[in-house]
């Protein structure tokens, strides 16, 4: 029932340029680095280009391996020769002045305009050139990289997400160990691998906490510190939800289970709640558990889904499980909910999308508590979404030298203040505009914070496992939290044995 594999094979057969293409070409639909929802597609004009690439001839072998489409952005661009980005249509190798001059290819689009500032900045202060290729809107980053592997033009830094991404690179060696750069020791946020080396620089981190309205609990009375466990949380859901009507809410919470659109938000984010909330950041013991066999942590695990059930019966019956995750962050932003099941990326789309909601439910000020599942438990869940990783090549040095810029205060000034970044750097002074900034800084700086392990999880199993089971649980299919519970140990055990 819930184990039905919804993997999407594109098989391409038009043209030998795109023959690579042809055999299990899987493409894994999930929301990446920035968590917003958003519509994903495979550009097929993209694929061939990226292909013909690999056709141009190159001497490299094709060792780095091509990973699922795992990330939110579509390529610029790019000539196989390597001399021209669409990105900023200016040569990408050398400027025939002996300058030196890197390439940086980007994930999020809509920064482009402040890491061109970026770049503009530290050329000026060190007559190195950066230029940015920024892609987003859709296709596989990866494979468009492993074109420019394959075409002997790969960018000197370049964006990774999941562990599969930096599989693809690590797995041969070839990326830039980082361990030893002076930015390191001022982060929690860079990507490890398995090696234990530093393969990935954090350039924005994000939380995963239960997000409320502060205006509407201090009209209730509650103080959000003190929730600190399963019964202050009820007591709190229960007081709010018998002054619904003059708070002017529609439900206590957002929390929409719907398993199509959302399995993502339950069966990764909410999921992954249960595998870090409450541990120190390279506490893995509950992810390491999962890894063998699909194992859970019954007694944890059953107290967890206590705390999900509070939530189905305090959520908004009308979105439980049909909502929308625009819908959910709408009512959140018009002040319908006093808690959301989404982390601090809804804070863009609140002062963006959903700007005029925000405006006329007062702009209030919002913040975020731990999901206390258990008594005590004081950490809300923090992590870069992506990183940048430094190519080993000719120009490794010198990209090393520009990320040490930008982790410093003439960089962090630029991240924060025009890209509208949440500095990963326990030395930044900058504080974003962002709704959850202020809160995220004061985690951070007390050392509150838990990593993300559910990015290692199995391969597709929010979308093809987990998802459904949350629904069922809405639903009312699975009555209480040790059916929950007991059923979810069947589904994680089966998706990891297949």
């Known amino acids: 029932m819930y184990l039905q594999k919804t993997d999407l094979t594109a098989i391409i057969e038009t043209s030998p340029m795109i023959s690579a293409w042809k055999q299990g070409l899987k493409v894994y639909f999930w929301r990446e680095g920035t968590m917003k929802k958003r519509s994903l597609s495979i550009a097929l004009a993209a694929l061939m280009a990226a292909s013909a690439l690999a056709a141009c001839g190159s001497s490299q072998s094709d060792s780095a391996g091509s990973s699922a489409a795992k990330t939110d952005e579509s390529a610029g661009e790019s000539k196989a020769d390597g001399k021209e980005s669409k990105a900023d249509g200016k040569e990408s190798k050398a400027d025939g002045k002996g300058g030196k001059e890197l390439r940086l290819v980007n994930g999020k689009i809509e920064v482009d305009a402040a890491l061109k500032e970026l770049a503009a900045k530290y050329e000026e202060e060190t007559g190195v050139k950066v230029n940015i290729e920024s892609m987003g809107g859709g296709i596989d980053i990866q494979g468009t990289l492993k074109g420019y592997y394959q075409a002997g033009n790969m960018p000197d830094i370049f964006v990774n997400g999941a562990d599969a991404d930096f599989e693809n ?77 003059e708070l002017g809410l529609d439900a206590v919470i957002g929390y929409c289970a719907e398993a199509t659109n959302l399995y993502w938000s339950t069966g990764n984010h909410l999921f992954g709640v249960y595998e870090d909330e409450g541990l120190k950041r390279d506490d893995s013991k509950y992810f390491d558990l999962l890894k063998d066999g699909g194992k859970l942590d019954s007694d944890r695990f059953e107290k967890y889904a206590e705390m999900v059930g509070l939530f189905n019966k305090y959520s908004d019956p009308n979105l439980l ?76 040095e010198e990209a090393k030298k520009f990320l040490n810029w930008v982790a410093g205060e003439k960089g962090q000034d630029i991240l924060v203040n025009k890209a509208g970044f949440i500095s990963p750097f326990k030395s930044c002074s900058f504080v974003a505009e962002d709704p959850f ?32 089971v949350y629904q069922d649980y809405a639903q009312g299919n699975i ?20």
Do not use: R
């Not at 830039?176 to 530093?198: C, F, H, M, R």
């Not at 201090?218 to 009820?234: H, L, N, V």
């Not at 002040?335 to 963006?352: D, E, N």
């Not at 009555?479 to 297949?498: E, N, R």
């Open 169 to 245: 690179w690590c797995g041969q060696d070839l990326l830039e160990d980082l361990s030893d750069q002076p930015w390191v020791s001022d982060t929690d946020a860079a990507y490890k691998y398995k090696d234990g080396k530093i393969y990935g620089f954090p350039y924005t981190v994000e939380a995963i906490g239960l997000a409320y309205n502060a205006d509407i609990l201090e009209k209730a009375g509650i103080d959000p510190k003190s929730i600190t466990g399963p019964e202050s949380m009820k007591k709190a859901f229960e007081t709010l939800d018998s002054k619904k009507s």
């Open 321 to 396: 499980v049909s909502g929308t995750y625009d819908q959910q962050i709408l009512n959140f932003s018009s002040g319908k909910y006093a808690f959301v099941t989404q982390g601090s990326w809804i804070g863009a789309t609140m002062t963006t999308d959903d700007k005029d909601a925000y405006e006329k439910a007062g702009k209030f000020k919002v913040g975020m508590i731990p999901y206390a599942f258990e008594e005590g438990q004081d950490t809300i869940l923090t992590n870069s979404p992506s990183w940048w990783s430094v190519f080993k090549n000719d120009n490794a």
């Open 437 to 468: 900034a202020q809160t995220i800084v004061e985690y951070q700086k007390a050392e509150k914070t838990s990593g993300w392990h559910w990015l290692g999880n199995k391969d597709g199993i929010a979308l093809n496992a987990l998802g459904v």
């Open 479 to 498: 009555k209480d939290a040790k059916a929950f519970t007991d059923t979810m140990s069947q589904v994680c055990a089966q998706y990891y044995a297949s």
